[in-house]
């Protein structure tokens, strides 16, 4: 196996055992520069990137809100704690939480104003910053990308 990248970038001298490795190492490698990348746009308004996760999702499902364990379904990173991450925003000012008359088991989460207010300032960078990290890839290899991704999510 030729000498890749990847190998550089980790300062790995020794080829790895496969190319499935090798394409997983570089996989994680790419989600954690994206991840650091963005999170230098959420830090702006002091959020993290779970945090804008729920913002974004609350905002899609407009004024009927959402339990809170669908919004847990639906965020892009699973995590146990939904509740706490709730929480933190609803300290923040950006969700607000009801249980409704008809089912008093279930809490709903909306977003308020103010987190729309916050989203609507991030909108811009984000969009940017998207743009900037695909801009090496034409369309057509964007939705390459996307099918190759989605084959990887399908393997249970």
């Known amino acids: 196996m030729a000498h890749s990248r990847i190998l ?22 790419t989600v954690d520069h994206v991840r650091r990348t963005e999170s230098g746009v959420f830090a702006a308004e002091d ?3 779970q945090q804008y996760n729920v913002l974004r999702i609350l905002r899609g499902t407009g004024p009927d809100g959402l339990p809170t364990l669908s919004v847990a379904e639906r965020l892009i990173e699973h995590t146990p ?26 809490v709903y989460c909306f977003i308020t104003e103010e987190g729309l207010n916050v989203l609507e300032r991030l909108d811009p960078a984000v969009e940017q910053l998207a743009r900037r990290l695909m801009q090496h890839l034409s369309a057509a290899q964007m939705k390459v990308l996307n099918e190759i991704l989605e084959k990887i999510r399908d393997v249970r």
């Open 81 to 106: 704690g939904i509740t706490r991450l709730i929480d933190r925003l609803e300290a923040k000012g950006l969700v607000r939480r009801e249980r409704p008359a008809r089912d008093r088991r279930q």
């Open 8 to 29: 550089s970038e980790i300062k790995q001298t020794k080829p790895f055992a496969s190319l499935e490795q090798e394409s997983i190492v570089s996989l994680l490698r």
């Open 47 to 49: 959020l993290t990137e």
